[in-house]
């Protein structure tokens, strides 16, 4: 039996419906900010609970775009986790400014009570991470970031449709950054990205950023980037979010099969789960004890495992400028020793779910 990490080809199986649309849209030839961005844009506010929504190239645009927007960049330093994917610190790199990193807790997102300690005169926000589909511990972050007068930006990339409290992640921060990356959520055929806010000021200084910083088609108010949804995008996605409850709903299913089947085993942790929190498992991670071992051992039963991430980015190459050194996060250091994702999307059958437990008993024996 074969468990596949990635769903796209169960997804579209059927992509004549998307095709038709497309269609009309080469006849139209409006491809860019043709208006089933605005429809998209419009439909992902009203998910996320927010006024606004300002579709992007990608999830990395969304976090950049925000950080410039909000004019955090050279000189400014950015608190955020060294457990996250590159793009997080890439955005707030190339945006002009520094990330500052924070350890992991329990959770595997960022922990709220080491915050302050790295908090200095150059702090200009907070970019939590809602890791593996699991909202971080907003309002305690809020709480801290009011009391330094400090931006909330959130990093909703894995998290679309996860809530706290009912409270949509995207909601919490002056904006929340998405990915429509073809394995998130809500997903697009190639690359694209979407901001919520309540700010109309920050919309429309976004629909700017993302536009050559054009203001209409004769002028231009700042010089900008071109990083638009492509109307093509836009289209897929709109396909997609009808289904998004139905995705999140099978998704939490799948994790709570795994969840009470896995919790039979000594040598698997499962990090606690919040009754107030909405987790949505953008994937499913636990910690394993002989982690390679089981790695290699489920993917010769062709059960396609991952390790999301392998190597925190405070140990990176790219990261070498920072200083930082092995030690310094010692809860991140820990679980990328231990942790282990196993396919959990909502095309898997029973069948499959219960087939990976059994490949986890067999090499525990």
């Known amino acids: 039996m074969k468990v596949k990490f990635s769903y796209l080809e169960e997804q579209f199986k059927n992509p004549e419906p998307i095709f038709k649309d497309i269609k009309k849209l080469v006849k139209s030839g409006d491809f860019t900010l043709g208006k089933e961005v605005f429809e998209f844009e419009k439909q992902f506010a009203k998910l996320c609970q927010t006024k606004y929504a300002v579709g992007v190239g990608t999830g990395t645009d969304a976090i950049r775009l925000s950080l410039i927007a909000l004019n955090v960049g050279s000189g400014d330093e950015v608190i955020t986790v060294p457990n996250t994917f590159y793009s997080t610190v890439e955005a707030i790199v190339t945006a002009g400014a520094k990330p500052v990193f924070v350890d992991a807790d329990d959770d595997y997102?960022?922990?709220?009570?080491?915050?302050?300690?790295?908090?200095?005169?150059?702090?200009?926000?907070?970019?939590?991470?809602?890791?593996?589909?699991?909202?971080?511990?907003?309002?305690?972050?809020?709480?801290?970031?009011?009391?330094?007068?400090?931006?909330?930006i959130e990093d909703a990339c894995q998290a679309i449709n996860s809530a706290i409290n009912k409270k949509k992640a995207g909601s919490f921060g002056i904006t929340g950054c998405f990915s429509l990356h073809p394995l998130k959520g809500i997903n697009v055929w190639g690359d694209g990205g979407i901001i919520t806010t309540n700010s109309q000021e920050v919309?429309?200084?976004?629909?700017?950023?993302?536009?050559?910083?054009?203001?209409?088609?004769?002028?231009?108010?700042i010089y900008s980037y071109n990083c638009r949804l492509d109307t093509l995008q836009a289209i897929v996605a709109l396909h997609v979010i009808k289904d998004i409850d139905w995705i999140t709903n099978k998704r939490i299913e799948?994790?709570?099969?795994?969840?009470?089947?896995?919790?039979?085993?000594?040598?698997?942790?499962?990090?606690?789960?919040?009754?107030?929190?909405?987790?949505?498992?953008?994937?499913?991670?636990?910690?394993a004890e002989n982690r390679d071992e089981l790695y290699n051992f489920l993917l010769k039963s062709e059960i396609e495992a991952k390790i999301?991430?392998?190597?925190?980015?405070?140990?990176?190459?790219?990261?070498?400028?920072?200083?930082?050194?092995?030690?310094?996060?010692?809860?991140?250091?820990?679980?990328?020793?231990?942790?282990?994702?196993?396919?959990?999307?909502?095309?898997?059958?029973?069948?499959?779910?219960?087939?990976?437990?059994?490949?986890?008993?067999?090499?525990?024996?």
């Open 109 to 152: 997102n960022i922990n709220p009570n080491l915050i302050e300690k790295a908090i200095t005169k150059k702090t200009k926000a907070i970019l939590p991470v809602h890791l593996y589909g699991c909202p971080a511990k907003i309002p305690e972050i809020i709480k801290i970031a009011n009391k330094h007068n400090l931006l909330i």
């Open 203 to 221: 919309r429309d200084k976004l629909y700017m950023l993302r536009n050559n910083g054009l203001k209409n088609r004769d002028e231009c108010a």
């Open 254 to 287: 799948n994790a709570k099969f795994y969840d009470e089947e896995l919790s039979k085993f000594s040598q698997i942790l499962i990090p606690e789960r919040a009754r107030n929190v909405k987790q949505v498992y953008h994937t499913y991670v636990v910690k």
């Open 308 to 365: 999301h991430y392998p190597v925190p980015l405070h140990l990176q190459e790219a990261s070498k400028y920072l200083n930082y050194k092995k030690g310094d996060f010692p809860k991140t250091e820990e679980q990328v020793k231990s942790i282990i994702t196993l396919p959990a999307h909502q095309h898997l059958k029973k069948g499959q779910l219960e087939y990976v437990v059994k490949k986890i008993k067999e090499f525990y024996k």
